[in-house]
């Protein structure tokens, strides 16, 4: 399969959906990819479900380097965005060099959170596709808190000028969260990027989950728009939890599951062990 480009995407708005997900490790990429998704995601979300955090304010842009190239080392056609982190591109210069460093470590494109059309055409200047993300931004929860935005029309309308921003700026497409399913159909129809919802309804030109929220493998709080595909949490507890009784109870492992000597080298083993038995005594 040929490699998924920034352009390819952009390509296809209006033609057919877009699939992307988050993945952060070689087993999840590894999936994703052999699943046939277009956009891998190494969010920070990864605070969250990797780490165990309470929000994505402590995700370092160490951290989302190292998980990209991890990533952009397991898959080969799926687009690698690496998702810029809190504090990693505020100011114009950082947001330059902390897009370098993900491109550097195998991200094809990167993401950055909030209307910034400064810095979106100084990342694309330097030749790094960018897709923005308006909407809820987790890393703006300590002003905004994890609340749908633009259910009023004066906020709704916001959006879209943000959207529009975003497009004028040079990005290549666009995530939309947590937003209104009239106001998401309206961006999307006002802009020529493809935007991708995560509980911003239907009319996106696609869609992106967090990969351990469709998977059903995150125990904490799980927002009403996700849907969950599987619940492989309950069978990797129902896996362990039998792996542990066998254990105790000695039926694992068995004969099959371990290694055998060959009849002569045991012969000739228990002979040394008896010997070296009474060499101690
Ligand atoms: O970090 C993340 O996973 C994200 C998606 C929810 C879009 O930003």
Not at 92 to 107: F, H, P, Q, W
Not at 197 to 217: E, R, T
């Amino acid at each position: 399969m040929e490699k998924i480009t920034p352009k390819k995407i952009f390509s296809l708005k209006g033609k057919r959906k877009i699939t992307a997900i988050t993945a952060y490790d070689y087993s999840s990429a590894y999936y994703a990819e052999k699943a046939g998704v277009d956009i891998i995601l190494v969010g920070d979300s990864l605070g969250m479900v990797i780490k165990g955090e309470e929000s994505t304010l402590n995700v370092t842009l160490d951290e989302v380097e190292y998980h990209t190239r991890i990533v952009a080392r397991t898959v080969s056609t799926p687009l690698v965005v690496g998702d810029l982190p809190f504090l990693s591109y505020f100011r114009i210069e950082d947001a330059v060099k902390s897009a370098g460093r993900l491109v550097r470590a195998g991200a094809g494109a990167v993401k950055l959170e909030g209307s910034r059309p400064q810095h979106i055409k100084a990342i694309v200047e330097e030749g790094i596709p960018v897709m923005g993300h308006i909407g809820l931004t987790p890393q703006q929860y300590l002003r905004m808190g994890y609340r749908t935005q633009g259910k009023k029309a004066l906020s709704a309308i916001r959006l879209l000028e943000e959207a529009k921003q975003i497009e004028d700026a040079g990005a290549f497409s666009i995530v939309l969260e947590s937003i209104p399913m009239e106001v998401s159909k309206e961006i999307t129809d006002v802009i020529s990027i493809p935007t991708i919802g995560i509980g911003a309804g239907p009319y996106c030109d696609g869609q992106i989950l967090v990969f351990h929220d469709l998977l059903g493998i995150y125990p904490g709080r799980r927002p009403s728009f996700v849907r969950e595909y599987a619940n492989i949490g309950e069978v990797m507890e129902k896996s362990i939890k039998q792996y542990a009784e066998d254990v105790i109870s000695g039926e694992f492992p068995t004969r099959e599951e371990s290694f055998v000597m060959e009849d002569d080298e045991r012969e000739k083993f228990y002979m040394e062990v008896r010997k070296w038995k009474l060499s101690r005594k």
